[in-house]
């Protein structure tokens, strides 16, 4: 059985290699067979911080495939279930095997109209919208959005679940490309208006964002803000993947009373003039990290909830995820160094 593992030496490598299945099924463990996978950047670093980092480390977590078998006391499903989740990040297998084990409780049920790829492609950018703005911001109808890198895989699907709830969404894109996409960007469902209020071009630097922004809103500033990195300090760098980091001084002054600003810099630090202002505001600061639902198992019922809403709303069309066109097995090893790189703007997926 083969399977894409990443090779900790003196740099980063990904190989196929074979690996071997327990012939034992584990009481609650099901045998699936995987259909497809998506590739998603290792996080080395929190690998490292939770003491889990190997030599040789599995690929490939986001899975969608049909069961196989299940163990004595498995309550969940049944063998020739149609299946998508994320595996752990302590698992021992590769999510781009042929068949694998997986825990329950780490598996939903996929809707009959969610085809393999759609599945696998948009379970974790789901997982981490609803846990930007419902675990973490609150969002609600009548609040104002901001997603920063609209076009990105997250962005699109936060923009779309931001819309759904009733939420005003600005968006900022990367290129005139990205600016078309999202403003063409329509819902499947209820009023055919564009999911986007306002897109903000910022790839030629001409444009103001918190100008743009508290325009937009009357001067009362932005309710959420999802950000997708933040520049600590100015700089004079002027490359296209550095203008969709704002500076941190701008997401605080974009913030309205009682805002929330939810960041993916784990490297944050705030000077005493910015705590001031966020103090002055009633603000608040969340660090969004998808894993943490897999790293405790108190909220292992929400998280499973938001899962299968997540494959409900993909079935329905409130999700329409961007996805490159599947790959097969044989370009795993050079699409996901690719991925490593954060060369790719579309979220892969391997069919197997």
């Not at 209020?197 to 103001?208: E, H, L, P, T, W």
């Not at 299968?308 to 050079?334: C, H, N, W």
Request: net charge negative.
């Amino acid at each position: 059985m083969k399977g894409l593992f990443c090779h900790m030496n003196e740099d980063v490598k990904f190989v196929l290699q074979d690996a071997e299945l327990p012939l034992a099924l584990s009481e609650y463990y099901v045998k699936m067979q995987v259909k497809a996978c998506a590739l998603s950047p290792l996080d080395l670093e929190l690998l490292t911080d939770l003491n889990i980092l190997k030599d040789s480390v599995p690929v490939g977590r986001e899975i969608a495939g049909v069961v196989l078998e299940v163990g004595s006391k498995v309550t969940f499903f049944q063998p020739d279930d149609d299946v998508v989740g994320i595996l752990p990040l302590d698992a021992k297998f590769s999510g781009l095997s042929d068949v694998i084990l997986v825990h329950e409780h780490h598996l939903v049920l996929k809707p009959e109209k969610v085809n393999w790829v759609e599945a696998a492609g948009t379970i974790r950018d789901g997982l981490c919208a609803y846990t930007a703005l419902h675990a973490l911001s609150h969002v609600s109808s009548g609040k104002t959005v901001l997603v920063l890198d609209g076009a990105s895989p997250l962005g699109i699907v936060t923009i779309q679940l931001a819309h759904h709830r009733g939420a005003k969404v600005l968006a900022t894109a990367l290129s005139i490309e990205d600016k078309q996409y999202l403003e063409q960007l329509r819902p499947t469902i209820g009023i055919r208006e564009s999911v986007a209020a306002r897109v903000i071009n910022m790839s030629d630097g001409k444009v103001d964002l918190v100008e743009s922004c508290l325009e937009e809103t009357g001067g009362l500033g932005v309710d959420i803000i999802l950000d997708v990195g933040v520049k600590l300090r100015h700089t004079k760098d002027g490359s296209t993947s550095q203008k969709c980091f704002p500076h941190k001084h701008d997401i605080i002054t974009l913030l309205a009373i009682g805002g929330q600003w939810v960041t993916s810099e784990k490297n944050l630090q705030l000077d005493p003039p910015d705590s001031r202002t966020l103090f002055h505001k009633g603000a608040t600061v969340s660090f969004l990290n998808d894993e943490v639902w897999n790293l405790s198992s108190a909220q292992q019922g929400k998280y499973l909830h938001i899962m299968k809403d997540i494959m409900q709303k993909l079935s329905i069309g409130v999700f329409r995820p961007q996805l490159d066109d599947p790959i097969p097995l044989y370009e795993a090893t050079v699409s996901m160094e690719m991925v490593q790189k954060k060369n790719i703007r579309k979220r892969l997926v391997i069919q197997l």
